[in-house]
Structures are given as structure tokens and as C-alpha cells.
């Protein structure tokens, strides 16, 4: 899945989720999403360092610090 394509989903998500809110003011979106896909995106990228945290963050490109705070933020650790 292409980076374009990663985007598209979330577009057409969001699109959705405006439509079924009908006439209700959307609210905390931003953190909303980042929270849904944060968790997934961690689980995937530790998977792929076979636990090794200090490849895992040089795979997203944050600080090691950054991702077992994030790593305990979402229960992963």
C-alpha cells in the first residue's frame, strides 16, 4: 500500500465519519485520528524490529524515548 493510498483511506474515513454525524459538530478530530492509527502503526513497526525498540525508533524516525512512551501510552510494554 502506497503512501497515496494510506491517505486515501483515511480521507474516505473521515469523509464517513462526517456523513454519520449528520448534523452534529465533529469535535477533537485531529486527536481522534492520531490515537486510532497510532496504536496499529506501533504494533506493526515492533513486529518488524522483532522488539528491538532502538530499530523500531529509527524506523519511524522518533527518539527511543518517544516510542516506549508511546509503547506505554498505548499498553504495549
Do not use: W
Not at 459538530?25 to 522488539?51: C, D, F, H, Q, W
Amino acid at each position: 500500500m502506497s503512501k497515496d493510498s494510506i491517505q486515501d483511506v483515511v480521507k474516505k474515513s473521515l469523509e464517513k465519519y462526517f456523513k454519520d454525524l449528520g448534523e452534529q459538530a465533529p469535535s477533537n478530530v485531529y486527536e481522534m485520528v492520531v490515537s486510532t492509527v497510532e496504536k496499529p502503526i506501533l504494533e506493526a513497526v515492533m513486529s518488524r524490529a522483532e522488539g528491538n525498540q532502538s530499530l523500531a525508533a529509527e524506523m519511524l524516525g522518533i527518539n527511543r524515548n518517544t516510542l516506549r512512551k508511546k509503547l506505554q501510552q498505548h499498553g504495549l510494554l
